[in-house]
């Protein structure tokens, strides 16, 4: 276009000047504002569950965009087998075996994590972010003898959170509520809740005695109080209108993070998504009863995917998706039959859910702990695949160091730019956990120490691990732990005794 009158050129020429300025002025704040920080967390995600890792059986697309739109690690762990070990290593980047409280804890739990350690959302607290949870905790409340009718303390909001809306343990224990920054959603003070794990409370019904009124039959234990048709592992009375409905669960978890999301998109913000699928009781929602052919196991796989995807929109819808930095994990290897009759073993069919690894949910070899594990930023992390060797533990000093913090975990090693893609060195090392037996992987060799004790859980039929010998596997020609080595490589195996037993005692 030609302007031939000078004023006219001269006011042109602002105009573009200033909307430049305005332009680079917007540019910089974008790159220099802090990013967004996601973890999504599933509950028994096995690595074989995504098409990304290999399923075919399931379909999962949303969480295959993530992983195919990010990176995709192959030798990503969970810190422990079983979820809450797991689960205080992620929050405070220390091996749980390091604290003889990090177990398989009841509801009635206290807190295990010190309110005085550093964890994850306490660092990003320090860093001028907003932090909230919503789903499962399973890290215990308060200091013993909770009472559940008044503010329950010491909990998330004690350890860094600035919001929380959780459930207390899993899905299958009580108490079967709500508990939002502290306090039971939904109590009535009228119908006072009491919990106990060791005995029931006169007249009140139990799945051992009353199995007519169940809509989902125990396969072993869980048959404690009634909740909504199923029962449960531990004792529960009143609080009948916080009750929570578990078809209801995923869209009640998924509504409060999408809304945690658009009451904080003008700052900083951490979101700990911690999804409840598909630990037992699998429960869909009647939109996803059917969906995956595999009964309710594959059904609430479906529905977790569905979950992460309506979540990633939200980021998108925000214009926050291009400022977030999101990981997915699963706190440990997966489960089948894990205590209810819900023909997840009877509807399986092909479908792998450990992949091409051995043992699972509670076990030493690879599926207990090796899970899907997926960090994602649009526009940032290039897609990828990476073969490094990378932990949960990991997450506390490398976001600490990709927020500029000097913050770092016990046993939490920086490893951003493995993280984001920019090298593909990882961990050299690192040691598993399952139910207090811990093993140990270095480069391409897994090692377990002899462990007494039973070779496979008949419950869930799950290899553990357990031998009266050391075994020594090369991961990288026997991926499925089929060739103990132990006593054809004994020098390889000397030297991982040394360095783990090392570690241990640090």
């Known amino acids: 276009m030609k302007i031939s009158n000078p004023i006219l050129t001269f006011a042109v020429f602002c105009s573009l000047s200033l909307g430049a300025c305005k332009k680079t002025a917007t540019s910089q704040k974008t790159a220099s504002a802090p990013p967004n920080i996601v973890i999504i967390y599933a509950d028994d995600l096995g690595y074989g569950e995504l098409g990304a890792y290999g399923a075919t059986n399931l379909k999962t697309p949303n969480l295959d965009k993530l992983a195919n739109g990010g990176i995709r690690f192959t030798n990503g762990y969970a810190s422990s087998a079983t979820c809450t070990p797991s689960r205080y290593a992620l929050l405070t980047g220390i091996y749980p075996w390091r604290n003889q409280r990090a177990k398989i804890l009841p509801g009635t739990a206290p807190l295990i994590i010190d309110t005085a350690q550093m964890t994850l959302p306490k660092l990003l607290k320090q860093e001028g972010y907003h932090t909230g949870i919503v789903g499962k905790w399973h890290l215990g409340l308060g200091n013993g003898n909770v009472d559940w009718n008044q503010y329950i303390a010491p909990g998330p909001n004690e350890v860094g959170f600035d919001q929380s809306y959780i459930m207390a343990a899993t899905q299958d224990r009580v108490p079967t509520v709500y508990i939002k920054n502290g306090r039971v959603d939904n109590l009535d003070p009228t119908d006072p809740i009491e919990i106990n794990y060791v005995e029931n409370f006169e007249g009140e019904v139990t799945g051992k005695e009353n199995p007519e009124l169940l809509k989902m039959k125990p396969s072993h234990g869980h048959d404690n109080s009634i909740v909504n048709g199923i029962s449960r592992i531990g004792y529960m009375k009143g609080g009948a209108d916080a009750k929570w409905i578990d078809e209801d669960m995923a869209d009640q978890f998924l509504a409060k993070a999408q809304t945690y999301i658009k009451s904080h998109k003008t700052e900083p913000f951490f979101l700990y998504y911690a999804l409840q699928q598909p630990h037992v009781p699998r429960t869909p929602h009647p939109r996803f009863v059917g969906t995956s052919g595999m009964g309710p196991r594959g059904d609430v796989i479906v ?126 090392e690192v040691i598993i956990e399952a139910t207090s037996r811990t093993a140990f992987r270095q480069g391409d060799w897994a090692m377990i120490p002899p462990y007494n004790g039973r070779r496979v859980n008949t419950q869930v039929n799950i290899e553990l691990g357990n031998d009266t010998i050391y075994q020594l596997y090369n991961l990288k020609d026997d991926l499925e732990q089929q060739n103990n080595l132990a006593e054809s490589r004994p020098e390889v195996l000397a030297k991982m005794i040394s360095e783990y037993e090392a570690i241990l005692l640090k």
């Open 303 to 428: 529905e977790a995917d569905w979950c992460v995807g309506e979540l990633i929109n939200t980021l998108e819808e925000e214009g926050l998706l291009e400022n977030t930095l999101i990981v997915f994990s699963s706190d440990n290897g997966p489960v089948v039959d894990d205590g209810y009759h819900d023909d997840s073993v009877e509807k399986l069919g092909d479908h792998k859910p450990a992949g091409p690894l051995r043992g699972g949910k509670y076990s030493l070899f690879e599926a207990g702990t090796r899970v899907p594990f997926i960090t994602y930023w649009k526009g940032t992390i290039q897609p990828g695949v990476s073969n490094a060797l990378v932990s949960q533990l990991d997450l506390l000093s490398s976001i600490a160091a990709l927020t500029g913090s000097t913050e770092r975990g016990r046993d939490s090693e920086d490893l951003l730019d493995t993280f984001l893609g920019k090298t593909k060195i990882g961990r050299k």
